[in-house]
């Protein structure tokens, strides 16, 4: 099993969503983990999805993750594999983004010192 130190120094965990990669090579279960610096995708087990054994690709954190492509269900390109997650975490998705590149655009924290 994949533990923190497995991602690196690449900063604080801000958001982590499950994700199913679609179409070619094929289909597994992954953790999109978005930190300070980087954006990585973690492959899972099949039948444990919420836990990580590789770490398969790391983009840079100024990676755009949107825009929300709608298939079957919300869509993300990243790299060149697509990764087709549940609607409730499009707006994990768009926070992300908007924390790099509209950072005007994001609510106050109700809770900066939790």
């Not at 070619?24 to 990585?40: E, F, K, M, Q, R």
């Not at 995708?41 to 993750?65: E, Y």
């Amino acid at each position: 099993m994949l533990d923190r130190q497995g991602l690196g120094h690449h900063g604080d965990i801000r958001y982590v969503f499950p994700a199913l990669s679609v179409g070619p090579p094929g289909t597994g279960n992954y953790l999109i983990v978005v930190t300070d610096t980087a954006i990585s995708v973690l492959a899972t087990r099949m039948l444990r999805s919420d836990r990580p054994v590789a770490v398969h690709a790391t983009f840079p954190r100024h990676t755009r993750l949107g825009p929300i492509l709608r298939a079957s269900g919300p869509v993300i390109e990243l790299g060149a594999m697509a990764f087709e997650f549940e609607e409730e975490y499009a707006a994990v998705v768009a926070a992300a983004d908007a924390e790099i590149f509209a950072p005007e655009t994001l609510p106050p924290d109700p809770l900066p010192d939790l």
